[in-house]
């Protein structure tokens, strides 16, 4: 009997792989905030400094972080450019996708402008609108230059949408100075908000959504540096625990929204990936996995975390008519999780998508080259 299952199994499993179909993704476009930010927001608001990009860029590209980010993994594995940034006006090429992510965006608008609290303008509404212009013009355009450049429609319904936001919701509502029982209060706004994003880009055509959750940003030295916590408030990794709910309530809510999506849109294909467990794992397993002080950042200035809001990664003054870099790399960014104490390393990037890659940790579990919608296959 025992033997009998197993064969019925193992002849399932067969099937699955397969009716499996790569998908063959002709674009990627890719909606958020820093956490796969390929430039926007340096676009608009200048450069980020050395030495960002130095481990695989060799120089600075837009990216907070030291290489690639998860995006870029992404991108590499699907066989496609890395995801040019929309507010790029200078030699972009749309045709395989467009990332209209920037470092520092909400899904919800602000009332405080970029220089007060450095929250990104381009909030997932604003994000929403620039995506809408960009079919639009895509379509329509008649011009055979822009036509090299910009999408076709069926890239446009058959790429893969990315959606990786949240973090910078629930950090600013604790920077407006909610208490935890606020800031909870305020998630299904936070949801609602981010389910009308991803309803207009299906009325737009897309199909085909991978959506990570947001990660636990309780662990992150920003974070701890801002907001000094009691010891009942920290975990047994020295992570910020009430964050870390927090991230996990917003992320209930979040693959509820999805389920709900699903519903009313049985054409398209939804992935909820638990990015969160990821990045927990890479920083609570660090050194299982090779990785040294996961709660410091590896470029920064100072204090416990090796980071100082007032003189972050790359921060230099100068003295005498010389530049003294102040904020500078660590010796090997290689075994080192966290970046600037904001984000992750190239090296911790990397680790992060190996783990999602292939559907481990996604709902339902599909492969990231699988993740079309049904009708396509
Ligand atoms: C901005 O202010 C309005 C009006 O007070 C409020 O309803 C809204 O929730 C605020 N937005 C955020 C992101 O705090
Ligand atoms: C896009 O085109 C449609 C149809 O022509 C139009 O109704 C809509 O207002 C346009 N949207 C934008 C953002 O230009
Ligand atoms: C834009 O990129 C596509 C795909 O990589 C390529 O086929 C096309 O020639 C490029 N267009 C221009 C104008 O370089």
């Given at each position: 009997?025992?033997?009998?299952?197993?064969?019925?199994?193992?002849?399932?499993?067969?099937?699955?792989?397969?009716?499996?179909?790569?998908?063959?993704?002709?674009?990627?476009?890719?909606?958020?905030?820093?956490?796969?930010?390929?430039?926007?927001?340096?676009?608009?608001?200048?450069?980020?400094?050395?030495?960002?990009?130095?481990?695989?860029?060799?120089?600075?590209?837009?990216?907070?972080?030291?290489?690639?980010?998860?995006?870029?993994?992404?991108?590499?594995?699907?066989?496609?450019?890395?995801?040019?940034?929309?507010?790029?006006?200078?030699?972009?090429?749309?045709?395989?996708?467009?990332?209209?992510?920037?470092?520092?965006?909400?899904?919800?608008?602000?009332?405080?402008?970029?220089?007060?609290?450095?929250?990104?303008?381009?909030?997932?509404?604003?994000?929403?609108?620039?995506?809408?212009?960009?079919?639009?013009?895509?379509?329509?355009?008649?011009?055979?230059?822009?036509?090299?450049?910009?999408?076709?429609?069926?890239?446009?319904?058959?790429?893969?949408?990315?959606?990786?936001?949240?973090?910078?919701?629930?950090?600013?509502?604790?920077?407006?100075?909610?208490?935890?029982?606020?800031?909870?209060?305020?998630?299904p706004?936070?949801i609602k908000?981010l389910v009308?994003?991803i309803?207009?880009?299906?009325?737009?055509?897309?199909?085909?959504?991978?959506?990570?959750?947001?990660?636990?940003?309780?662990?992150?030295?920003?974070?701890?540096?801002?907001?000094?916590?009691?010891?009942?408030?920290?975990?047994?990794?020295?992570?910020?625990?009430?964050?870390?709910?927090?991230?996990?309530?917003?992320?209930?809510k979040l693959k509820e929204a999805v389920v709900q999506l699903?519903?009313?849109?049985?054409?398209?294909?939804?992935?909820?990936?638990?990015?969160?467990?990821?990045?927990?794992?890479?920083?609570?397993?660090?050194?299982?996995?090779?990785?040294?002080?996961?709660?410091?950042?590896?470029?920064?200035?100072?204090?416990?975390?090796?980071?100082?809001?007032?003189?972050?990664?790359?921060?230099?003054?100068?003295?005498?008519?010389?530049?003294?870099?102040?904020?500078?790399?660590?010796?090997?960014?290689?075994?080192?999780?966290?970046?600037?104490?904001?984000?992750?390393?190239?090296?911790?990037?990397?680790?992060?998508?190996?783990?999602?890659?292939?559907?481990?940790?996604?709902?339902?579990?599909?492969?990231?080259?699988?993740?079309?919608?049904?009708?396509?296959?």
């Amino acid at each position: 009997m025992g033997s009998y299952k197993f064969i019925f199994f193992a002849t399932l499993t067969i099937q699955c792989v397969f009716a499996a179909k790569n998908c063959n993704f002709p674009a990627i476009f890719n909606f958020g905030d820093s956490n796969s930010d390929t430039g926007g927001l340096a676009a608009s608001f200048g450069p980020i400094p050395s030495p960002s990009g130095e481990t695989f860029f060799h120089s600075p590209q837009g990216r907070d972080c030291d290489g690639r980010l998860v995006i870029d993994f992404i991108a590499q594995s699907l066989g496609l450019p890395f995801v040019h940034p929309y507010l790029d006006s200078i030699g972009a090429n749309f045709t395989r996708g467009a990332n209209f992510a920037t470092a520092g965006s909400t899904i919800r608008r602000q009332n405080t402008t970029f220089f007060q609290t450095g929250y990104s303008p381009f909030s997932m509404d604003v994000q929403s609108w620039q995506y809408d212009q960009f079919v639009n013009r895509s379509l329509s355009t008649k011009n055979a230059v822009f036509k090299e450049l910009l999408p076709t429609a069926d890239s446009i319904s058959n790429g893969l949408y990315t959606i990786d936001v949240g973090q910078n919701d629930l950090t600013s509502a604790y920077v407006q100075g909610m208490t935890t029982e606020q800031v909870m209060a305020e998630v299904p706004d936070m949801i609602k908000k981010l389910v009308i994003v991803i309803q207009n880009i299906y009325w737009n055509g897309g199909r085909s959504f991978w959506i990570h959750n947001t990660g636990p940003f309780g662990c992150l030295p920003y974070v701890l540096d801002r907001f000094p916590l009691t010891a009942a408030e920290v975990d047994k990794f020295g992570c910020g625990s009430t964050f870390n709910s927090v991230a996990q309530y917003y992320n209930k809510k979040l693959k509820e929204a999805v389920v709900q999506l699903r519903k009313q849109f049985p054409l398209a294909s939804f992935t909820y990936v638990d990015i969160y467990s990821v990045k927990f794992a890479v920083i609570t397993k660090a050194s299982e996995l090779g990785f040294e002080h996961p709660l410091m950042a590896c470029c920064g200035h100072g204090g416990k975390y090796n980071f100082n809001i007032k003189w972050g990664c790359g921060y230099t003054y100068w003295i005498h008519g010389k530049p003294v870099q102040v904020a500078k790399s660590c010796k090997d960014p290689s075994v080192r999780v966290n970046w600037d104490g904001y984000h992750f390393t190239e090296a911790a990037n990397k680790w992060i998508f190996n783990q999602i890659v292939n559907g481990a940790y996604s709902d339902p579990p599909t492969p990231i080259s699988q993740a079309c919608s049904a009708k396509d296959s």
